[in-house]
């Protein structure tokens, strides 16, 4: 067991199937790498390909363990506002959301058997628990970017331009040039710059 | 031959892998030469990374099952090289045969054996634990924690496979299986690493007389396989050596304890042995370790069966320590967590837990997303129309694959589900004694995997029942590896594609019939002429995975379906093909274009309330 002196984080990343939470976890997870931090990410597979939800872990600074308890995250990046809401027992009082406002109803809404929450309801059930908290338009943000999964990357720059992240959007910026196909690369540093403006407006 | 860093990454470099890349890596490092496996969830990136990577190196095949798959590594292992076998743990019971009887005869190339077990049911049946195969067959057993000790155990194995001629198991977990960490790379061997095969009838054609032989052999192999245990440097012990309240670990359980000691604070008051190299017990370093403390508490997440190995050496032993284990809060069911072992290690060393507390309570009623099948699903279709012709009259025995979700409403096409391939044979046994109509849904990779047994007992016993062969062309459910029935041109050069009729009719069936999935009037016009029909009948129904297509073959079509008509029918339709790409607009009924494929089954369905039209 490794003891190290490095600020300890973990950050629960939630989605729907497809979105595309996971290769951001990765893209996240190289990022901090590179900039020197002990990591453990996971991720969940399977059956969840299909329109299921999709859970992920970034761990930062020495802790071990892939699968997260209610209460043990320090910040939740929710990729869709209903899977925020399901996601938010996970957050530690006072911990940080940061989470897509574009909702993607599940099958039961589509067909008109369920109700999808009013968004200003899940806004302010986050709101109060959370101590910090952005909702941003990730669809609206990553198409004037130039695509939509590009939505992605404005939440994972809103994260890392909040200061709460131990390393900013400059780091996110190289993994971007670095691990990113160049042809995405001028979409996602857009949708970068998008996404840390969202944060400092 | 790919560039990818797996490949030509040098010794020290260092990646972000996941578990299952960095055992890749790992089997590289070693001198791995094939590679054979059935895919299944958490296994399946091991054989997924290998055919990624695309290197003369080493040879892969995806098999039509675990058994022949490991058969074919044992083949390879016996011819000298080495052999990496990979499957879900529930595979490995339908491979257990081989298992057992290559343990007894020896594998001098060096067989490594994946197990990916699935504790919570991520992606599976059952919660087995498959460290009993390691104590049941004798095989060395290695259980890392991270991506880097995956790389480390597999190339360790690896060498002890080829030192003792004896296979290894490899068993992970799901949480394991998906970590990524960095992983710091080893050398690359310029060579593949080959032994002779020398004949030795007596030695290994598996008759009595060898196997007596042979079993006292094996024994003496893991005599010498326990002393690599002992020293083994993935069993190591921390803590202050006064202290004598101590933990033993394996597993994933390893990450949760380091966990909670750093949350409780309590690294100081326990000394800690942590066991990577699980089977054979390590007994001399267990008992040291249970001789210096009062109390032991033993931390693994399945069966006991590490906590009843140290019972039974501190029985054997008259050490007078105090073990603890399983219990009401570390029960053999699902995972285990950090804050699990918080409040079991508060119990243990008798302080306060820290207070876990969450930000916010579970919100109630909110609508969840199970898996659903695709919109554009060709099962969907199929089973539509069998629900339109059996309606409740049959009883639907399904089978394991994508095509499992048609358990839920409306289409509610599974009664019963046994295991891989089981929907022949069980449905023909259900059909025998019920007396009632029964129809089996078989996918097409299950079919080469154990369906094509089922189908040649039904025809051998004289069973009646409609088998349905839910063909889409390739292994969809476990992210589209291939298999027999995938077409030639997907295949390519190193495999041949079987003709799933020809097999069916060459097995001896006669009521047979060849339908086009999305063509519904011909689907129900097969089932109906099947349906009065007796004896074994087949109809198999053919239209390529949706997401496969589009991804494989770029295909895409250039017209969707649109509700033209509001309405009865529009409502029948969504009531009961239900698919996702339809949605409610207010009181209306609409189609998203950008989830339909445009298979235009509803306009079969309904075809006053929906019309195609051009996309975009």
């Not at chain 2, 990646?15 to 299952?20: I, M, S, V």
């Not at chain 2, 109509?437 to 079919?447: E, L, R």
Request: hydrophobic letters at 40%; a neutral charge.
């Amino acid at each position: 067991m490794s003891e190290t002196t490095q600020k300890r984080m973990r950050i629960y990343f939630t989605g729907v199937g497809g979105q595309g939470t996971l290769t951001a976890t990765t893209l996240l997870s190289r990022a901090a790498l590179d900039a020197g931090l002990e990591l453990v990410a996971g991720e969940v597979h399977g059956m969840a390909q299909r329109g299921g939800v999709v859970e992920s872990v970034l761990l930062l600074g020495g802790w071990r363990s892939p699968k997260l308890d209610p209460g043990e995250a320090d910040v939740i990046l929710g990729f869709e506002p209903l899977e925020t809401l399901r996601g938010l027992p996970y957050l530690r009082p006072g911990g940080a959301v940061f989470s897509s406002s574009d909702p993607l109803p599940p099958v039961s809404v589509s067909l008109g058997n369920a109700a999808y929450p009013d968004l200003a309801e899940i806004e302010s059930k986050v709101r109060a628990a959370a101590g910090v908290c952005r909702f941003l338009p990730c669809r609206e943000l990553g198409l004037q970017a130039g695509s939509v999964q590009s939505g992605n990357t404005v939440l994972l720059a809103a994260a890392c331009a909040s200061g709460l992240l131990p390393f900013g959007v400059d780091v996110l910026e190289a993994a971007i040039k670095k691990y990113l196909p160049a042809k995405l690369q001028e979409v996602n540093l857009k949708a970068l710059s998008l996404g840390a403006a969202a944060v400092a407006g | 031959m790919s560039m990818h860093p797996l490949l030509t990454g040098g010794r020290g470099e260092r990646h972000l892998l996941l578990t299952n890349e960095a055992i890749v890596r790992g089997a590289l490092e070693a001198g791995v030469s094939l590679v054979s496996c059935y895919p299944g969830t958490p296994s399946s990136e091991v054989p997924d990374t290998f055919r990624k990577l695309g290197s003369d190196r080493y040879v892969l095949e995806y098999s039509v099952n675990e058994k022949v798959a490991f058969e074919v590594a044992a083949g390879a292992a016996l011819a000298g090289s080495m052999a990496l076998v990979t499957m879900k743990h529930v595979g490995l019971n339908v491979a257990a045969d081989p298992l057992f009887t290559a343990a007894y005869s020896g594998l001098p190339g060096g067989l490594v054996l994946l197990s990916a077990d699935d504790p919570g049911c991520h992606a599976s049946q059952n919660e087995q634990d498959n460290r009993y195969y390691a104590r049941a067959a004798s095989l060395p057993c290695f259980e890392p924690a991270s991506a880097a000790e995956a790389r480390e155990m597999t190339r360790e194995a690896f060498r002890m496979a080829r030192e003792l001629q004896q296979p290894v198991m490899l068993r992970t977990t799901t949480r394991v299986n998906h970590m990524r960490g960095p992983v710091e790379f080893g050398e690359l061997p310029a060579e593949r690493s080959q032994v002779p095969f020398e004949r030795n009838p007596g030695r290994f054609v598996a008759v009595p007389a060898t196997a007596r032989v042979r079993h006292r052999a094996l024994v003496s192999a893991m005599k010498k396989a326990r002393e690599f245990a002992e020293n083994s440097r993935f069993n190591t012990e921390h803590g202050d050596s006064g202290v004598r309240t101590g933990i033993i670990v394996s597993g994933v359980s390893r990450n949760y304890l380091a966990d909670a000691l750093a949350t409780g604070g309590w690294g100081g008051r326990v000394r800690v042995l942590e066991l990577g190299m699980t089977w054979p017990l390590p007994e001399k370093k267990l008992l040291a370790f249970l001789s210096s403390c009062d109390r032991v508490l033993v931390l693994e997440e399945g069966d006991p069966l590490l906590e009843s190995g140290v019972r039974e050496l501190a029985q054997r032993h008259h050490c007078a320590v105090r073990v603890e284990g399983k219990d009401e809060l570390l029960t053999v069911q699902g995972e285990y967590s950090t804050t699990l072992l918080l409040r079991r290690l508060a119990q243990y060393l008798d302080c306060p837990c820290p207070a876990l507390t969450s930000a916010a309570p579970a919100a109630e009623g909110l609508p969840n997303r199970p898996p659903n099948l695709c919109a554009g699903c060709s099962h969907r279709a199929v089973y539509y129309a069998v629900r339109q012709v059996f309606g409740d009259d049959a009883y639907y025995s399904n089978d394991i694959g994508c095509y499992t979700l048609g358990v839920l409403p409306p289409l509610r096409a599974a009664d019963f589900l046994v295991c891989m391939g089981s929907s022949i044979s069980t449905g023909s046994g259900f059909a025998r004694v019920s007396g009632k109509p029964v129809v089996a849904f078989i996918g097409d990779s299950t079919f080469f995997h154990s369906g094509m047994t089922g189908l040649a007992n039904a025809l051998f016993n004289r069973h009646d029942l409609l088998v349905v062969i839910l063909d889409n062309g390739t292994t969809a459910m476990t992210g589209h590896q291939p298999n027999p029935g995938m077409a030639q041109e997907v295949l390519g050069e190193a495999s041949l594609h079987l003709d799933i009729e020809a097999v069916v009719r060459g097995l001896g069936v006669t009521q047979f019939a060849r339908v086009k999935a999305f063509n519904l009037k011909g689907v129900m016009a097969a089932l109906e002429d099947l349906k009065d029909k007796k004896g074994v009948r087949v109809l198999l129904a053919e239209e390529p995975c949706a997401l496969y297509a589009r991804r494989q073959f770029k295909k895409g079509t250039t017209q969707v379906a649109e509700v033209r008509e509001q309405g009865e029918d529009a409502q029948r339709c969504l009531d009961t093909l239900a698919c996702p790409a339809f949605y409610r607009d207010g009181e209306n009924i609409a189609v998203d274009e950008n989830l339909c494929s445009g298979c235009m089954v509803c306009l079969q369905v309904a075809p006053k309330a929906f019309k195609a039209r051009k996309r975009g």
